[in-house]
């Protein structure tokens, strides 16, 4: 219960793009958030259909036993369309429509459904442009589901999470903290590679960025550059757009204290 009077349910819930997604770029927190006690939960927005490595069926699969692996107690895929990701995608519909069928109302509905303390959002920058549009998409979605008239089939009451952290992908965004994700980092890995068909360098499937020889390793030189940053093995960077408060900033640090960082972002 928040000193608002909102009742949440999950702790966390991190959205993606396509199914590995939240895997490769913060697995590492949701893993940690599971072996804090933490419920989390992953809304994948599509199928990954139109990937040029294995299938929808296949990576279904994948996506159960990643799930697994990092201990989620939701997971559930909304099914829009790979690579047609889009914020307005249902709004020229009649209202009626526009209620069951829009992609904004259909993650709105999931919102006040699933109540999470914190939402965990692709950031606004990347290469592929189904990202930014989940990044959109979602941002849109997190206002209307605290709009009380902002009608979804089924219907729900108004809902406003904790906090919104965006993951930055493959843009390296200067983040606003790092989670140490050090003790966990062997769960994080397992689960990426559960996406065998998508990850695994294979000289008989097409060339993918993902599938290349030098993308996990230099994932996880992301991950130990961030680490660095907070002094410690590995570390996922995490962008929040507003001010963030402290109560008791003793009490933060002292629960909060890291070695001293081995490289120092660069501010102007």
């Known amino acids: 219960m928040s000193t608002s009077g909102a009742t949440y349910g999950l702790e966390a819930l991190a959205f993606g ?5 939240v895997e490769l770029f ?3 927190l949701m893993a940690k958030l599971a072996s804090l006690g933490h419920r989390t939960g992953i809304i994948d927005l599509s199928r990954g259909e139109k990937s040029s490595r294995g299938t929808p069926e296949t990576r279904a699969a994948e996506t159960e036993a990643a799930s697994r ?6 997971r559930e895929n909304l099914g829009l369309p790979d690579g047609w990701l889009n914020p307005w995608a249902g709004f020229e519909a009649s209202e ?7 992609a904004v109302a259909r993650i709105v509905e999931v919102l006040r459904r699933l109540r999470p303390e ?4 692709p950031w606004e920058e990347e290469r592929h442009p189904d990202h930014e549009a989940a990044s959109a998409l979602v941002t849109r979605a997190l206002f209307f589901a605290g709009v009380r008239k902002f009608e979804t089939e089924p219907p729900g009451g108004p809902f406003t999470p904790r906090q919104v952290l965006y993951y930055p992908l493959r843009h390296l965004a200067e983040p606003s903290f790092v989670v140490d994700v050090s003790a966990v980092y062997a769960s994080k890995s397992a ?6 068909s998508q990850v695994e360098p294979r000289p008989d499937a097409p060339a993918t960025l993902v599938g290349s020889p030098l993308s996990l390793s230099s994932l996880e030189a992301r991950d130990r550059f961030y680490g660095a940053q907070v002094g410690v093995a590995h ?3 995490y962008v929040v757009r507003e001010t963030l408060g402290l109560i008791d900033p003793v ?3 002292r629960r909060n204290s890291f070695e001293k960082p081995l490289f120092f972002p660069h501010r102007r």
């Not at 793009?17 to 997604?21: V, Y």
């Not at 692996?69 to 939701?74: I, W």
């Open 118 to 121: 914190l939402v965990i959002v």
């Open 26 to 28: 913060c697995g590492g």
């Open 191 to 196: 689960a990426v590679r559960c996406y065998a």
């Open 251 to 253: 009490e933060h640090f």
């Open 96 to 102: 009626p429509e526009r209620i069951r069928e829009s």
């Open 17 to 21: 793009p396509h199914p590995d997604d």
């Open 235 to 237: 570390g996922e960077p």
């Open 69 to 74: 692996v990092l201990g989620l107690a939701v």
